[in-house]
């Protein structure tokens, strides 16, 4: 089985009103090559009449996004010509790859009804020679993702991108990164192998399992050693977890708020970019 290295606590970063948690980076972990950022939004509860997400206008460029929306919903809008709303269970796979602006925001019918809202950011890199890619968005509703059903339904394994036994995901990656969001119930427990020569990317959203030997609870991001390729995962009560992999890029990450580049003075290009217009003009 592979060994655990570590196995560290999101720490507490809200915004405004927004209760959040960061996984990735912090002081003890700055990423875990390809997978960069780690925002975890919620669990809370908003009142009718609120002014939902804050995430207005803004760029990216060098690497992509994936949001995993468990509670309340996205208004997603960008300068390539994605635009939409998706409501939980859903998922937002955005590349931002050459740049392009994008809002994040909660629906009219969400900031005037309120509720529950939960969701979660992913950042991954993109290698160098993605980085300037044509962006791309791509918005999945709950019932548009393939779901694979373990241990006599006690385990659901809800495929994004890569594949599952024979059961691939609707996203393709440029990357060959494997993504999926995984529902226990208490006692359910699956096994799965991954070569040793890819990162594993392990977040309990929800819940607590044990993994390999360990035990992982909510809020909490575990890195993994390069060794096996056996993974065991056992929920000790009902859980949610977010499970990835991909080979490490082992090249230089430089980056500055929105941007993600191999170089500063790629950054100070994409700064340069923006202000341009190369990236959209925000209407």
Do not use: C
């Not at 090559?33 to 997400?53: E, I, M």
């Not at 998706?86 to 009804?113: C, D, N, R, Y």
């Not at 040793?196 to 035990?215: P, Q």
């Not at 977010?242 to 994409?270: D, Q």
Request: no cysteine.
């Amino acid at each position: 089985m592979r060994k655990i290295k570590k196995i560290y606590k999101a720490v507490s970063a809200p915004m405004g009103d927004l209760v959040t948690y960061r996984a990735l980076p912090t002081r003890e972990v700055e990423y875990i090559d390809p997978f960069l950022f780690l925002n975890h939004h919620g669990p809370q509860v908003y009142k009718p009449g609120n002014n939902g997400l804050p995430f207005g206008p803004h760029p990216h460029r060098g690497f992509e996004t994936l949001t995993f929306i468990l509670d309340g919903d996205i208004m997603h809008q960008d300068t390539g010509g994605g635009q939409d709303v998706i409501e939980a269970g859903g998922v937002q796979w955005m590349t931002a790859g050459s740049g392009l602006i994008h809002a994040e925001i909660s629906s009219e019918k969400f900031k005037k009804e309120g509720g529950p809202l939960e969701i979660l950011q992913l950042w991954f890199n993109l290698p160098a020679k993605h980085k300037m890619a044509k962006p791309n968005y791509i918005g999945l509703q709950k019932s548009e993702i393939p779901v694979v059903k373990e241990d006599n339904g006690k385990v659901n394994v809800n495929v994004i991108s890569g594949s599952w036994d024979d059961t691939k995901g609707p996203i393709p990656s440029l990357s060959d990164i494997y993504m999926a969001s995984i529902e226990l119930q208490a006692g359910g427990s699956f096994s799965t192998t991954i070569a040793s020569d890819r990162n594993i990317f392990f977040y309990v959203v929800r819940g607590a399992v044990n993994v390999n030997g360990e035990k992982a609870a909510k809020l909490q991001l575990v890195e993994f050693i390069n060794d096996g390729e056996e993974l065991k995962v056992e929920a000790l009560e009902d859980s949610y977890i977010l499970l990835g992999h991909a080979k490490p890029f082992n090249e230089p990450v430089v980056s500055h708020g929105p941007f993600v580049m191999n170089t500063e003075e790629e950054i100070h290009e994409a700064f340069r970019d923006y202000q341009a217009g190369k990236m959209g003009v925000w209407k």
